[in-house]
T-cell receptor
Framework: AQKITQTQPGMFVQEKEAVTLDCTYD???????LFWYKQPSSGEMIFLIY??????QNATEGRYSLNFQKARKSANLVISASQLGDSAMYFC????????????FGPGTRLSVLP | DGGITQSPKYLFRKEGQNVTLSCEQN?????MYWYRQDPGQGLRLIYY???????QKGDIAEGYSVSREKKESFPLTVTSAQKNPTAFYLC?????????????FGPGTRLTVL
């Protein structure tokens, strides 16, 4: 079964507007971490933001914030004030404590920022 | 500057040849990983190593081999047994002590079999 689901293969957003990229996950492990990565056309995976399963507050890093809804098993990435350089693939990933140090990645969402 | 380096950036191989992809990190991370990415797809785990001289198979290890003789280095060999090796290969590393244990990635190697 898919552990990480990203239902939006592609998204468009106007420059300077906010956009939400969806991620839902499946785990029975009470201790886990959720991560978002950005992959520009160069191919390198860039770490954006982390949310732990026991964290009480939603994570924020600059223009990135994570809308964490634990009961719904949802960890959506919100990008505020989109910039042209935000155009890239975005991957949601999960690390379960019972699964050691390994990550499971979702299929990704391609974001295109329009001028 | 701390980081992960992968070489070469582009690699061409003839069918039937083995080829080795390099991955080096100077982040003092214990754990290292190899992923494969096919066009338009997510990442799939090939091999991982939590400590020196130890490594484990990931989801798609067939046709690949690794070694971990030094903490800084985790080379991946793509053997002739790998039926469809053309792909983008990403190396990553992480700590094993923190709650987040974020994985950090190298720039990748694009392998093409001719």
């Amino acid at each position: 079964a898919q552990k990480i689901t990203q239902t939006q293969p592609g998204m468009f957003v106007q420059e300077k507007e906010a956009v939400t990229l969806d991620c839902t996950y499946d785990t029975s492990d009470p201790s886990y971490g959720l991560f978002w990565y950005k992959q520009p056309s160069s191919g390198e995976m860039i770490f954006l933001i982390y949310q732990g399963s026991y964290d009480q507050q939603n994570a924020t890093e600059g223009r990135y914030s994570l809308n964490f809804q634990k009961a719904r098993k949802s960890a959506n990435l919100v990008i505020s004030a989109s910039q042209l350089g935000d155009s890239a693939m975005y991957f949601c990933a999960m690390r379960e404590n019972n699964y050691g140090q390994n990550f499971v990645f979702g299929p990704g969402t391609r974001l295109s920022v329009l001028p | 500057d701390g980081g992960i380096t992968q070489s070469p950036k582009y690699l061409f191989r003839k069918e039937g040849q083995n080829v080795t992809l390099s991955c080096e990190q100077n982040l003092n991370h214990d754990a290292m990983y190899w992923y494969r990415q096919d066009p338009g797809q997510g990442l799939r785990l090939i091999y991982y190593s939590q400590i020196v001289n130890d490594f484990q198979k990931g989801d798609i290890a067939e046709g690949y081999s690794v070694s971990r003789e030094k903490k800084e280095s985790f080379p991946l060999t793509v053997t002739s047994a790998q039926k469809n090796p053309t792909a983008f290969y990403l190396c990553a590393s992480s700590t094993r002590s923190g709650r987040s244990d974020t994985q950090y990635f190298g720039p990748g190697t694009r392998l093409t079999v001719l």
